[in-house]
């Protein structure tokens, strides 16, 4: 049998899909499509086929996507909360800080996927002028930034990552699904600040204020937070 490769009808409807945040139809449709190729499940034919697919950025939580071919796909970034994962191919799949927070991973092989960051810093300058000249202005900008853009996860949050804010009084900021990968945020007055659904891998947030914010399904894997105030926090 010849080798199936990426489908790209496969990879419209799940790109369809990922903007209505909304993947009834996908799931629906992939269980069917299991179903009936079931007795090719050892072949190259079974599963999902989206091999080197761009799906960065790309919200896919819930997605059923087991069996998929995702070999050398870029998923970095990805929100695949709660997605099925099971039993596929992620060989040489770019995970690099994808949200893999209850995936269903049973079968798969994650240890073969690269977490490759080059290139993939977002920070935005300008993004991080406009936070220091003050709090009031950035919350009346990012409200209307971020309510404007809720289906294309490109461009959705702030771009902040690696910034350096260290010292600064944020407090009350509006920092929902903000990127602040690796951001200096030492010693910053973050009380009662929404970080909620933010991206804090690896920032250092040592000696912030952090009391009464909101960090409700905030991302803090390898977060610096020793020293930091989080009395009536939210996490």
């Given at each position: ?201 690896g920032a250092d947030m040592w000696k912030a204020d952090l009391t009464g914010a909101d960090l409700r399904f905030a991302e803090l894997g390898g977060a610096n937070m020793a020293g930091a105030k989080k009395v009536n926090a939210l996490f």
């Amino acid at each position: 049998m010849k080798k199936s490769k990426f489908d790209p009808e496969q990879y419209s409807l799940l790109w369809e899909c990922s903007k209505a945040k909304n993947f009834t139809r996908w799931n629906e449709w992939y269980a069917a499509h299991l179903k009936e190729t079931m007795y090719l499940r050892s072949s190259d034919a079974y599963g999902a086929h989206l091999e080197g697919g761009d799906l960065a950025y790309w919200f896919l939580e819930g997605a059923d996507l087991r069996f998929a071919n995702l070999q050398k796909a870029d998923l970095s970034y990805s929100y695949l909360k709660s997605a099925d994962l099971s039993n596929a191919n992620l060989a040489g799949a770019n995970l690099w800080r994808a949200y893999l927070s209850r995936a269903a991973l049973d079968g798969a092989n994650p240890d073969a996927a690269v977490y490759d960051g080059a290139g993939k810093i977002k920070c935005d300058p300008a993004q991080v002028a406009r936070l220091k000249s003050g709090v009031s202005c950035w919350n009346e900008w990012y409200e209307n930034e971020i309510s404007n853009k809720p289906d294309d996860t490109r461009v959705y949050g702030a771009y902040l990552e690696e910034a350096s804010l260290m010292g600064l009084d944020l407090s009350g900021v509006n920092l929902s699904y903000a990127h602040l990968e690796g951001a200096d945020l030492r010693h910053v007055n973050l009380s009662g600040a929404d970080l909620s659904h933010a991206h804090l891998e690896g920032a250092d947030m040592w000696k912030a204020d952090l009391t009464g914010a909101d960090l409700r399904f905030a991302e803090l894997g390898g977060a610096n937070m020793a020293g930091a105030k989080k009395v009536n926090a939210l996490f």
